[in-house]
């Protein structure tokens, strides 16, 4: 009965078989709202999960914490057509938050236009041991919009560019799962890691299969790719990087 409380929709639940488990104690629940999602070469390359809620924000850092996660997906806003779709997780610019036994400080924020890009620090506050500060870097795409798709597809295109660069930089030293979320963490979270696996695909074997794609998320977690909409969002990506390519200039250039 506890664990219902945390589920943001009633019908979007996490599969027993590839559910993140956290650790479990006297006081805490080893439940969270979140399954493990294969990349396309790489076992448990995502976590996708709800927009947490108020109740489980010290679930939603334990998780990160405990998965060593460096790297946070967002595809909603907080509020949406006047509607709560996430909760703010996180502290304003410049100031820290405690969420349970975790400090949760945002250092720096950058409106990138289709998205923000903050780096948070995170550390474990009632440990015995002495854990270093860990740089967490969380990506918020703010236009797309619920059970929608973007307008602009190189927008997302270009976060996504962001957010493997610095996932390569990082997993130099040690892998570890990129936490991708929306509100029910299904529709918006199924395309951006469908994009990443078909696009994947696409770079090793210049072919790629969607529908193949989307049935293996789903048989990780339900409805991933809600409809069709996104579906087609899928075959919009794909063109345009096979079309194009990288269309990204530094400012010098």
């Known amino acids: 009965m506890d664990n219902k409380k945390k589920n943001r929709y009633k019908n979007i639940l996490p599969y027993d078989s590839t559910r993140v488990v956290l650790r479990k104690s006297a006081e805490l629940s080893d439940y969270i709202n979140a399954n493990f999602i294969d990349g396309y070469s790489q076992l448990r390359k995502f976590i996708a999960?709800?927009?947490?809620?108020?109740?489980?924000?010290?679930?939603?850092?334990?998780?990160?914490?405990?998965?060593?996660?460096?790297?946070?997906?967002?595809?909603?806003?907080?509020?949406?057509?006047?509607?709560?779709?996430?909760?703010?997780?996180w502290p304003e610019f410049g100031k820290s938050c405690t969420y349970g036994g975790y400090n949760v400080q945002t250092v720096n924020e950058e409106n990138r236009g289709f998205y923000i890009l903050r780096t948070i620090h995170l550390k474990e506050i009632f440990c015995i041991t002495s854990h270093p500060t860990r740089k967490i870097q969380h990506f918020q795409y703010i236009r797309w919009p619920d059970h929608g798709v973007p307008l602009i597809t190189s927008s997302l295109i270009r976060m996504h560019n962001k957010v493997n660069?610095?996932?390569?930089?990082?997993?130099?030293?040690?892998?570890?799962?990129?936490?991708?979320?929306?509100?029910?963490?299904?529709?918006?979270?199924?395309?951006?890691?469908?994009?990443?696996?078909?696009?994947?695909?696409?770079?090793?074997?210049?072919?790629?299969?969607?529908?193949?794609?989307?049935?293996?998320?789903?048989?990780?977690?339900?409805?991933?790719?809600?409809?069709?909409?996104?579906?087609?969002?899928?075959?919009?990506?794909?063109?345009?990087?096979?079309?194009?390519?990288?269309?990204?200039?530094?400012?010098?250039?």
């Open 49 to 89: 999960t709800q927009g947490p809620l108020t109740r489980t924000s010290e679930d939603f850092w334990r998780m990160v914490w405990e998965q060593e996660s460096l790297i946070i997906v967002m595809l909603a806003n907080v509020m949406e057509g006047g509607k709560a779709k996430c909760a703010k997780y």
């Open 165 to 253: 660069a610095e996932y390569g930089d990082l997993v130099k030293d040690k892998t570890f799962p990129i936490i991708v979320h929306c509100s029910a963490g299904a529709g918006r979270t199924g395309a951006y890691i469908g994009f990443d696996i078909l696009r994947d695909e696409m770079q090793s074997l210049n072919q790629v299969n969607v529908y193949r794609a989307v049935l293996n998320m789903r048989n990780q977690r339900m409805d991933m790719v809600q409809n069709m909409k996104q579906y087609v969002l899928l075959h919009k990506l794909l063109s345009e990087c096979h079309a194009l390519g990288s269309t990204g200039f530094k400012p010098s250039e």
